[in-house]
């Protein structure tokens, strides 16, 4: 049987470090169950990602170098929001920005919890369809070289672990799904 907790409640925050993917603190909280207890926790301010189709039976992916991870990564297009920026503008931002293709249409994938067990980061998850070629515009800290490859592959790539990266796993699996159910840019 399914319960739905209150949210804890936060006490105190202490905040430790603020920099590019938000703050690091810790807070004493109350448990729902009455608990207290001090957290860590990341607060992040969003994310958007997209599945970006070429045409209805390709996708564009980005290897993307990754610091954290020490490795080069098969990616979707993905990035934080701006401050009062709305996920849609960001997922198009986004996708314009990394692979200097610009998107007609989105189609909502719904949003994934990275990880609870420390950040609060919600990555809102979209397909793009109709495509144009734009301007591409990387960041300073982005190592990024795109391929076009079969959506077929690609699915099989993220059951696989060949894609490693989780917002892409969850997007891909997603629109695969979707995709089932006539999700093809209609």
Known sequence: MAHNFSPAKTLERKEIWRGSVGSFGEDDVELPNGRRTTLALLKHPGAAAVVPFVDEE??????????AAGDTLWEIPAGKLDPQE????????????????????????????????????????????DLKRGTLN??????????????????????TGEIRDGKSVA?????????GQGLNGA
């Open 171 to 179: 997007a891909l699996l997603r629109a695969h799904v979707l995709r």
């Open 58 to 67: 390709h996708v564009l992916l980005l290897r993307q170098y990754r610091y």
């Open 86 to 129: 709305s996920p849609e503008h960001c997922a198009l931002r986004e996708l314009e920005e990394e692979t200097g293709y610009s998107a007609e249409r989105l189609t909502s994938l719904g949003h994934i919890l990275t990880t609870p067990g420390f950040t609060d980061e919600v990555i809102h998850l979209y397909a793009a369809f």
């Open 138 to 159: 990387l960041d300073a800290d982005e190592a990024i070289e795109t391929e076009i490859l079969p959506f077929a592959t690609v699915v099989t790539m993220a059951c």
